[in-house]
């Protein structure tokens, strides 16, 4: 069955210092993955996705993910924090071979304080 | 830019009766989803829609559930007969096609509230 784990509940972070939101999955095909994030009173909007080859992706608002297979991990990542990206962070994987429909992680929440 | 709108935020209803969760997906997408979260919990999928039929439906998508798109431009979520544990914030989607690596856009949600 295809899964996905994001083990923090929370992270918390300083302005200015990189950010790391951990996911990993299991899917029996190959892993379409994707990251998305919710602000307050707001939908979940897209920030980048993992399809095939680069391993490093560079998605919306300066964020980025690693793909590492041999882990199963889908990194989310932030070179410098701004406050502005205080959030939720979901983490989400569609079986390639599957009909569409998204599985989600719990969800962490990013904190960045000044 | 183009947005998924969803229509109450907000609806309070008594267990046993029925809502009707009303979702504008993005004018040229062909698909649509329901998903729902309940407080604390995972982000699930209920459903998904295409052609005036749904293509998957999740367990969680049982007989007190249905999905409707009754004009062109609306697509809706009725839950029949409300009981409390369908408590949760119900997020339409929709996409341009359904290919696995396209992604999804998500409305604001609507919060269900059953007492």
């Known amino acids: 069955a295809q899964s996905v784990a994001q083990p923090e509940d929370q992270v918390n972070v300083a302005e200015g210092n990189p950010l790391t939101v951990k996911c990993t999955y299991s899917?029996?095909?190959?892993?379409?993955l994707f990251w998305y994030v919710q602000y307050p009173n707001r939908g979940l909007q897209f920030l980048l996705k993992?399809?095939?080859?680069?391993?490093l992706v560079k998605g919306s608002y300066g964020f980025e993910a690693e793909f590492n297979k041999s882990q199963t991990s889908f990194h989310l990542k932030k070179p410098s924090a701004l406050v502005s990206d205080s959030a939720l962070y979901f983490c989400a994987v569609r079986d390639g071979g599957s009909q569409g429909n998204l599985i989600f992680g719990k969800g962490t929440k990013l904190s960045v304080k000044p | 830019e183009p947005e998924v709108t969803q229509t109450p935020s907000h609806q309070v209803t008594q267990m046993g009766q029925e809502v009707i969760l009303r979702c504008v997906p993005i004018s040229n997408h062909l698909y649509f989803y329901w998903y729902r979260q309940i407080l604390g919990q995972k982000v699930e999928f209920l459903v998904s829609?295409?052609?005036?039929?749904?293509?998957?439906k999740s367990e969680i998508f049982d007989d007190q559930f249905s999905v409707e798109r009754p004009d062109g431009s609306n697509f809706t979520l009725k839950i029949r007969s409300t009981k409390l544990e369908d408590s949760a914030m119900y997020f339409c989607?929709?996409?341009?096609?359904?290919?696995?690596?396209?992604?999804?856009?998500f409305g604001p949600g609507t919060r269900l509230t059953v007492l």
């Open positions: 829609f295409y052609n005036n039929e749904i293509s998957e």
């Open positions: 899917v029996s095909g190959n892993p379409y």
């Open positions: 989607a929709s996409s341009s096609d359904r290919v696995s690596y396209n992604e999804q856009f």
């Open positions: 993992y399809i095939t080859g680069d391993n």
